[in-house]
């Protein structure tokens, strides 16, 4: 039994160490943090196991167990090294903001026809727009590859896309998943192009996206995964999509806009043009020591925020208790097995579920009436509101 013990304390060093290793390799650190977070809850039933282990280890020769001072003394060193073990795998919960995928679209028009569709640009705007677009496509760019942000892909047109080609790549998009087989926790789709009044994506042909239609998107491939999808617009018209997530309560999404100043004058400040709003928030996110503030008066280019009503009640995916029941069948001795069942059955008891319920209640009336300025994700960027 010894032995057993002493084998599963060290191949649990082992690969604690290994996975360090690949995560020092690595650039990707996130697909970790559900199993720090359930290394966390567990985290108790082990110091609690590994003090048993000591006081049977060290006094097992000895009738009177607690006056024995080796004893005492082991327990009163083991404990607060899990604790600190403890602390340690909470706060990297925390930090960390899980799995993460991006996909950029953008579509450089600004000119229509009288229907409102995209048309090709005349010639001596090509140049200048081309530049601009280059611009964006960097920038979120940047985003991503800081905020480790896995990138799908970023699309370019300049002719726009059809509703089809939009409708496979966007399906492919949030039907992706991680290595290891679960979702993504966030699903980060950022598009800058034309839109119409009342926020539609135009679409190459006539066609339009609606978000209604992308969250029947969503919905279909998200099922009954807790996964957030976060859009960011850099559009003339974005503010309709901004108020209309506000009434969504069945899913964790958020709509991060911008809001143009049209009445300006011309003859003192440039008026604003796409991409002046990603250039402003990518380095708001990207650079600690910026110098952007969202809230001065004067700004040609506002930024405005909406979150579903169910956004605060978002939590990180933990592995369930099949998951760590074959992840621990691969790596640890079958002895062990029972205190598996034990750590997920404490760790699915909810003794404080009402003040829970009251927590998650309140949480929710701040961020329906008292939205912040700046919202922190989790993730690492932030939403933020002129």
């Known amino acids: 039994m010894c032995k057993s013990l002493r084998y599963c304390f060290s191949h649990c060093l082992y690969l604690a160490m290994t996975r360090l290793e690949e995560v020092n390799r690595e650039v990707n650190m996130h697909s970790s943090v559900r199993y720090l977070g359930y290394l966390a809850r567990i985290n ?220 300006i004058d011309i003859e003192e400040v440039d008026p604003p043009q796409l991409g002046d709003f990603t250039k402003d928030w990518v380095e708001y996110n990207c650079n600690s020591n910026n110098n952007i503030c969202w809230t001065e008066k004067g700004r040609t280019v506002k930024a405005v925020y909406g979150v579903s009503k169910q956004w605060s009640d978002y939590t990180l995916h933990l592995p369930t208790g099949s998951d760590v029941a074959k992840h621990w069948m691969l790596h640890f001795p079958r002895i062990t097995y029972p205190l598996v069942h034990l750590a997920n059955w404490l760790c699915g008891l909810n003794l404080f579920w009402i003040c829970q319920s009251c927590f998650k209640c309140l949480k929710r009336l701040k961020m329906s009436w008292f939205l912040p300025t700046v919202l922190d994700t989790g993730q690492g960027f932030k939403l933020v509101k002129s």
């Open 44 to 263: 108790l039933l082990v110091a609690v196991c590994l003090g048993l282990y000591v006081r049977w280890e060290k006094t097992a020769n000895s009738l009177l167990l607690p006056t024995n001072g080796i004893f005492l003394s082991m327990f009163l060193i083991v404990l607060p090294l899990e604790s600190m073990a403890h602390g340690l795998f909470h706060e990297l919960g925390n930090c960390l903001g899980g799995t993460s995928v991006g996909y950029a679209i953008v579509i450089p028009t600004n000119f229509c026809s009288p229907d409102g569709q995209p048309t090709l640009l005349p010639p001596e705007h090509v140049q200048e727009l081309n530049l601009r677009s280059t611009g964006m496509l960097n920038a979120i760019q940047r985003f991503f590859a800081y905020h480790m942000i896995e990138t799908y892909g970023c699309d370019y047109s300049t002719s726009g896309l059809s509703f089809d080609t939009l409708h496979s790549k966007l399906k492919a998009f949030l039907e992706l998943r991680t290595i290891d087989g679960p979702r993504h926790d966030t699903y980060v789709l950022y598009y800058s192009g034309h839109t119409h009044g009342t926020g539609e994506w135009a679409l190459a042909g006539g066609d339009i996206l609606c978000l209604d239609t992308l969250l029947e998107w969503w919905r279909e491939k998200n099922g009954s995964f807790c996964s957030r999808l976060i859009i960011v617009l850099d559009s003339e018209n974005s503010t309709p999509w901004v108020k209309d997530v506000r009434k969504i309560s069945d899913q964790y999404i958020a709509v991060q806009g911008a809001e143009m100043i049209k009445t």
